[in-house]
């Protein structure tokens, strides 16, 4: 599936990007599925995170008295990365 929805991306057709996100994610469930990992607790736990690391990248920003539309993408890449060290032991206990 990974590699249809890299093919569909790489033709820049809309439609059949959808149609293999889908079927990428019901793959992803499939998989959840096998080994014994309930995916909507799994999707949970990761939006936490991203949540947390987010939170951190904007705290980090504003202790500069910047905002995220005043940040560079390589920035904030590496705000998230001091995000990922920093929250690590929190995104291991979801």
């Known amino acids: 599936e990974a590699d249809e929805i890299e093919a569909a991306l790489d033709r820049n057709d809309r439609q059949e990007i959808a149609e293999e996100t889908g079927d ?49 993408l390589e920035e904030m890449d590496a705000l998230w990365n001091e995000a990922k060290s920093a929250t690590r032991p929190a995104d291991n206990a979801s």
């Open 24 to 72: 990428l994610m019901f793959a992803l469930v499939n998989l959840a599925r096998h080994v014994d990992a309930d995916p909507e607790t799994a999707l949970r736990a990761t939006n936490a995170k991203f949540e947390r690391r987010f939170a951190y990248i904007e705290k980090a920003l504003a202790a500069k008295g910047r905002s995220l539309d005043d940040a560079t």
